[in-house]
């Protein structure tokens, strides 16, 4: 059976150790918070990477996310050859009052387009300019940090490890018909060499008497 007043006292217990610890006080905005590599701030834009596939606007639980774009009939590039259409971005905005930062737009993105940017500082007096049209989402894109190295017991990135596959086959290849057109060379300058023989002289003759048989 629990002693009456102990909880109180486990407590009052845990406020005098409190008491006695020297409080740290974080001075900011004057000292910005040093926050981890990968905090969630804002949600950066490389527009570039966009192929309007508008998969990070259909997984967005919250629908924040608002796409606009256009066809564009681009020319064939060789004679003869087909025109083929492609899309256009218009618009790319997100609504950050609505915004839950889950990161399924940022993970679901198969062109790599978002990318989280640790600047939290974007408040505003009005909701509606939480709405970031793409070229402030371009802006945030600069404030992005690099990603960090990877492991060195890490296994070799697939994309890298089927480039440097591709490159040794073809070096193999490349020095397997080397040595073949070097054996084959030299296969046929000995045939075309006696032993004792100078190539290119013709071997000596020998005079027959006449009416020998």
Request: charged fraction near 25%; glycine fraction near 6%; include cysteine.
């Amino acid at each position: 059976m629990p002693i009456p007043g102990s909880g109180l006292a486990k407590g009052l217990a845990v406020t005098l150790r409190t008491m006695t610890k020297r409080s740290h006080t974080a001075q900011y905005p004057e000292v910005q918070p040093e926050l981890p590599p990968r905090s969630r701030g804002v949600i950066g834009l490389f527009e570039e990477n966009c192929t309007v596939c508008m998969l990070c606007a259909r997984e967005c639980p919250d629908w924040c996310i608002y796409i606009d774009s256009h066809k564009e009939t681009v020319p064939a590039s060789t004679p003869g050859g087909r025109e083929r259409s492609r899309n256009v971005l218009d618009r790319f905005a997100i609504d950050f009052s609505l915004c839950m930062y889950c990161g399924i737009c940022i993970e679901v993105c198969p062109f790599d387009a978002l990318f989280w940017s640790p600047e939290f500082e974007y408040a505003e007096t009005d909701i509606h300019e939480l709405t970031h049209e793409r070229d402030k989402l371009r802006e945030w894109m600069w404030t992005v940090p690099a990603p960090p190295a990877l492991d060195p017991a890490a296994e070799e990135p697939k994309e890298i490890a089927a480039a440097r596959k591709a490159v040794e086959k073809a070096e193999a290849a490349a020095a397997a018909a080397a040595a073949a057109e070097a054996a084959a060379r030299a296969a046929d300058t000995g045939t075309g060499t006696e032993a004792g023989t100078d190539p290119g002289t013709e071997p000596p003759t020998t005079a027959t008497p006449e009416g020998d048989a």
